[in-house]
DNA sequence: TGCGCATATGAACAATTGCTCATATATTAA
DNA sequence: TTAATATATGAGCAATTGTTCATATGCGCA
C-alpha cells in the first residue's frame, strides 16, 4: 500500500486514487510551472507592465525601469522563450510587444488577489 | 535627459513618460511577482492542482506525489503565506484545501497558454 | 503521565537564477 | 570598408531556493 515516501498510517487511498486520475499529465504542470516562473520576477513583471500600454524598444524599457540594456535584454530572451513578447526589428531598433491574451488575464487575476482585502489575521492587529 | 543606466540615442521619451504614468505601483508590481514565484514551482503547482480536486492532508500530498511528508509541508507553508491553501485541523491530521477563486482563472489561463499552438517557428520544420 | 504519530521548522547543502562585464552580431552612415 | 550604435549573448559571481536531515510541537490514547 504505502510506498517509501510517507510513513503515515492516516492515508485516503481512495481520495488519492481519485485525485490522481483527475490530475494533468504531470509534464503539463511541469510546464505550467515553467511559465510561471517566467512571471515571478520583478523585473520581467514590470516589463509585462509596460508592454501592456505600448510597444518599446530595448533601450526604452532600460531607461523607464532605470536598468542597462544588457539585463533588459537577457530578461527579453527569457519572455520570447515563453512566447509571451514577439518582436518587430526596425533598423538597428527592436521593438516588443505582448504576444498573448492570457496575460492579461493572468495578470489582472493575480493583482485581484494581491489587492484582495487579508483575513483576520491582521484583524487582530 | 538619459540618466546613467541607458546609454542608447533613440529613447522615446513621450512614450516612457505615458507608460510610467499608467503603470501600477512599483510596490504592486513587486508583490505580483512574488505572487506567481509561489506558482513557479512543479512541487507547488502540483499540490494547488491536487487539491483542485480534494482536500488532503499532509500524508496525502506525500503519497500523491512520491514525496516526504517534511518537504510537503514546508511547501504548504510557502503556499499558506501567499493565502493560496488554508488548513484545517481533525485531531493530529490537517486538512488544506484551496483559499481563493482567483487561483483557478490563474491556473487555467496558464494552462491555456501552455496548450496553444506554437508559431511558425515549428510549423517550417 | 508518557508514548506514538502527524505535522512543522531550522540548518545545511546543492542547484538555479539575475545581474554585471566583456564581447559578438547586425544595421546604418560616412 | 570603417566607425558608430542597438541589441544579443556567454562567463562569472552573489543571492535565492527546494530538498534532506534532525529535531520540535501538538494531539490522542493507554
Redesign the interface.
Known amino acids: 500500500m504505502?510506498?517509501e515516501?510517507?510513513s503515515?498510517d492516516?492515508?485516503?487511498e481512495n481520495?488519492?486514487e481519485?485525485?490522481?486520475k483527475?490530475?494533468?499529465q504531470?509534464e503539463?504542470?511541469?510546464?505550467?510551472?515553467?511559465?510561471?516562473?517566467?512571471?515571478?520576477?520583478?523585473t520581467?513583471?514590470?516589463i509585462i507592465?509596460?508592454l501592456f500600454?505600448?510597444e518599446?524598444?530595448?533601450?526604452?524599457i532600460?531607461?523607464?525601469l532605470?536598468?542597462?540594456?544588457s539585463s533588459i535584454s537577457h530578461q527579453l530572451r527569457v519572455l520570447r522563450q515563453a512566447?509571451l513578447v514577439k518582436h518587430r526589428k526596425e533598423g538597428?531598433?527592436v521593438f516588443y510587444s505582448l504576444d498573448?491574451e492570457?496575460?492579461k488575464?493572468?495578470?489582472n487575476?493575480?493583482?485581484?488577489?494581491?489587492?484582495?482585502p487579508?483575513?483576520f489575521e491582521y484583524a487582530i492587529s
Open positions: 504505502s510506498d515516501f510517507c503515515c492516516v492515508v485516503h481520495v488519492i481519485m485525485v490522481r483527475k490530475m494533468p504531470e503539463k504542470l511541469y510546464d505550467l510551472a515553467e511559465l510561471f516562473k517566467v512571471f515571478g520576477d520583478t520581467r513583471v514590470k507592465s509596460a500600454e505600448a518599446m524598444c530595448v533601450c526604452d532600460a531607461e523607464l532605470h536598468m542597462t540594456p512566447r538597428k531598433v498573448d492570457h496575460i488575464n493572468i495578470f487575476q493575480g493583482l485581484e488577489h494581491i489587492l484582495e487579508r483575513g
